[in-house]
């Protein structure tokens, strides 16, 4: 079945450092591609989406490219603070039928 | 209110015991979803709902009876659960099936 791969955490980095999180997609069909963030105690929240190919998505300093040559949509931040320590899902979805990777959890500190 | 509502927040409940989730949500979609997200696990999907008919029952153990009365509001009726039913319920919304989620906050169900 459909599913999504996302790099397993924690990842631990310092403020102002450059965060990558891998995430690869089965392709079928032609879903799209959604990065979500958890914040502790919280729901999953939309963090930026692409719905086809080559679109990027972006938020709050976040990018992330729907690449479907790869498979791919990795979600990037050049210069991460400590308020983006969360966990975040990566999500394929299409016709309502959402698969969510396992999330990453990051942590940035000081 | 706005966006997606859960209540209770914290549920804690013998195995015995009937209790129900409730969500509602604030932003004219028209379909909403359970999600049980468990410590180390991925998300799962549990029901799906689109114009209050059910789309998707993802295997989901009959413990677990979904309810949704209109567009606006979905239930989670509980009974006879196991210790591994603990978990964070998620309750979500999309405007349609293709659309992007909406997330309330959760539940955090404890079964003893």
């Known amino acids: 079945g459909d599913s999504v791969t996302q790099m397993e955490g924690p990842v631990t980095l310092s403020e102002e450092a450059c965060l990558t999180i891998?995430?690869?997609?089965?392709?079928?069909?032609?879903?799209?591609l959604f990065w979500y963030v958890q914040y502790p105690g919280e729901g999953l929240q939309l963090l930026l989406k692409?719905?086809?190919?080559?679109d990027k998505g972006s938020n709050k300093g976040f990018e992330a490219t729907y690449r479907k040559e790869t498979t791919s949509f990795h979600l990037e931040k050049g210069s991460v603070q400590v308020s983006d320590s969360a966990v975040y899902f990566c999500?394929?979805?299409?016709?309502?039928?959402?698969?969510f990777g396992a999330g990453t959890q990051v942590v940035v500190t000081p | 209110e706005t966006g997606v509502t859960q209540t209770p927040r914290h549920l804690v409940m013998g195995m015995t015991n009937k209790k129900s989730l409730k969500c509602e949500q604030h932003?004219?979609?028209?379909?909403m979803y359970w999600y049980k997200q468990s410590a180390k696990k991925p998300l799962e999907l549990m029901f799906v709902?689109?114009?209050?008919?059910?789309?998707e029952n993802n295997s989901v153990p009959s413990r677990f009876s979904p309810e949704c009365p209109n567009s606006s509001h979905l239930f989670l009726h509980l009974h006879t659960l196991q210790p591994e039913d603990s978990a964070l319920y998620l309750c979500?919304?999309?405007?349609?099936?293709?659309?992007?989620?909406?997330f309330g906050p959760g539940t955090r169900l404890t079964v003893l």
């Open positions: 979500a919304s999309s405007p349609g099936l293709e659309d992007e989620q909406f």
């Open positions: 891998n995430c690869t997609y089965t392709a079928t069909g032609y879903p799209s």
């Open positions: 692409a719905t086809k190919a080559d």
């Open positions: 999500a394929r979805g299409s016709w309502g039928k959402f698969q």
């Open positions: 932003l004219g979609h028209n379909a």
């Open positions: 709902y689109n114009f209050k008919e059910q789309t």
